[in-house]
C-alpha cells in the first residue's frame, strides 16, 4: 500500500504546485507553423502510457495535492476513448480536485462535445488563430475552419464553458487580434492571447513572426480600455477586463513579462515523462517505474521532479538567440 497522506507539492522555492498538465498523445492531425514542424515523427506507440496508466498517474498527483487537471497534447481528441479518462479523472471533481479541463484544435470536438460534458468536464479551451478560412488553412498547414467553428457550436450546445487561445503572430494575423476579440464577446468566450515560445524545430523562423504582446496591448487601449485582474485560473495568464466588453482578456508573456515566481505547474508527457519547466529539459521518467513496480515505485520520483524544478526558464528570440531554445516540440510536452 502507497503511503499518500504526505503534505502538499512544494518545490525547492517554496512554490505550491497544484496543477497538473497531462499530454496524452504527442499527434495531432494539424500541422501549426509555430508549433510542430511539416513531417514530424511520432512516438511508437508502446512508449505511450496507456489511458488506464495515465489514470493511475492522475489518481496519485490528485492525492498529493493537485487541484487541477488539464488534458492536452498533440491533440488529445485524437486518442481513442478520450470519454473514458475524462470520466475516471473526473470522479475525484469535488474530491480533491476542483477542476479537469482540455485543450483542444477543435476539428474532433463535434463528435465528442456531449461526451466530454457527461463525463465531468465543464470548461475547454480551444486554440484558434485566425478567423479567416484561407488563413488558417496556412497557419495549420491545411486545416479546415468548418469543422472548428462547427466544433464551438457543439460545445455551446452541450454547455461546455469555452476559451479561445490565440499565439499573436507579427504579418500573419495581428490584424485579427481586435476583431477577434470582438467576435469572442459576440459568444461569450473569453480570449487569451500567447507569445509564440521557441519549442521545437518547425522549419520556420520565429523571429520573423514574434510579435511581443506590449505592443498587442498598446493597440487594443487605442480602442478599449483595459482593467487587469485579479482573476487567476491557475494557468499563466493575467487577465484584463475590457471596457465595454463581457469577457476577460488573458495574457500569457514567457518572453516580455516573465511569469517564473509563482508557477505552480508541471508537465507529464504521453511518454510518462515529469517536465518541471516547459522551458528545461530537466525530466523524470515515471513509465519505466510504474510498469515494473506499480504506483509505489512512482510516488517518490514525485519528491525528486520537485527538487528539480527551476527558478525560472529562459525563453530568448531574436539576434544571437538559437532557433529552437528546447528541441523537444510543443506537441510533446504538452500546451
Not at 111 to 125: P, S, Y
Not at 145 to 163: S, Y
Request: with cysteine; net charge positive; aromatic share 4%.
Amino acid at each position: 500500500m502507497v503511503d499518500l497522506s504526505r503534505a502538499p507539492m512544494t518545490d525547492g522555492l517554496g512554490r505550491r504546485i497544484d496543477y497538473l498538465r497531462i499530454s496524452v498523445t504527442d499527434r495531432c492531425d494539424l500541422r501549426c507553423r509555430y508549433c510542430m514542424a511539416e513531417r514530424m515523427r511520432f512516438l511508437p506507440r508502446n512508449q505511450v502510457l496507456t489511458l488506464e496508466e495515465i489514470a493511475l498517474l492522475a489518481d496519485l498527483f490528485i492525492a498529493r495535492g493537485v487541484r487541477k487537471i488539464r488534458l492536452t497534447g498533440g491533440e488529445p481528441l485524437v486518442r481513442r476513448d478520450m470519454p473514458d479518462l475524462v470520466r475516471r479523472i473526473g470522479r475525484h471533481l469535488g474530491d480533491g480536485l476542483d477542476e479537469l479541463t482540455l485543450t483542444t484544435n477543435g476539428t474532433r470536438l463535434a463528435e465528442h462535445a456531449e461526451a466530454l460534458r457527461d463525463a465531468g468536464m465543464g470548461r475547454i479551451n480551444l486554440s484558434l488563430d485566425s478567423l479567416s478560412p484561407e488563413r488558417f488553412a496556412h497557419i495549420t498547414r491545411g486545416g479546415d475552419i468548418a469543422r472548428v467553428l462547427h466544433g464551438l457550436d457543439a460545445a455551446h450546445e452541450a454547455g461546455l464553458a469555452v476559451k479561445i487561445n490565440m499565439v499573436a503572430l507579427k504579418g500573419v494575423n495581428e490584424d485579427e487580434i481586435l476583431p477577434m476579440l470582438h467576435w469572442c464577446d459576440g459568444r461569450g468566450f473569453d480570449l487569451t492571447l500567447i507569445e509564440t515560445m521557441p519549442l521545437g524545430d518547425t522549419g520556420q523562423d520565429r523571429t520573423d513572426h514574434y510579435l511581443p504582446l506590449t505592443r498587442v496591448v498598446e493597440h487594443i487601449r487605442r480602442h478599449r480600455a483595459l482593467t487587469p485582474l485579479a482573476d487567476r485560473t491557475g494557468g499563466p495568464a493575467r487577465y484584463h477586463a475590457v471596457e465595454g466588453m463581457g469577457i476577460r482578456l488573458g495574457l500569457i508573456t514567457p518572453l516580455t513579462r516573465n511569469f517564473c515566481a509563482d508557477c505552480n505547474r508541471m508537465r507529464m508527457t504521453c511518454e510518462g515523462k515529469i517536465f518541471m519547466c516547459l522551458g528545461h529539459e530537466d525530466h523524470v521518467d515515471f513509465r519505466a517505474a510504474l510498469r515494473e513496480g506499480g504506483l509505489a515505485a512512482v510516488h517518490p520520483l514525485i519528491d525528486r521532479a520537485l527538487r528539480l524544478k527551476p527558478a525560472r526558464h529562459d525563453f530568448r528570440i531574436g539576434i544571437g538567440a538559437p532557433a529552437a531554445a528546447i528541441h523537444r516540440h510543443m506537441s510533446v510536452t504538452g500546451g
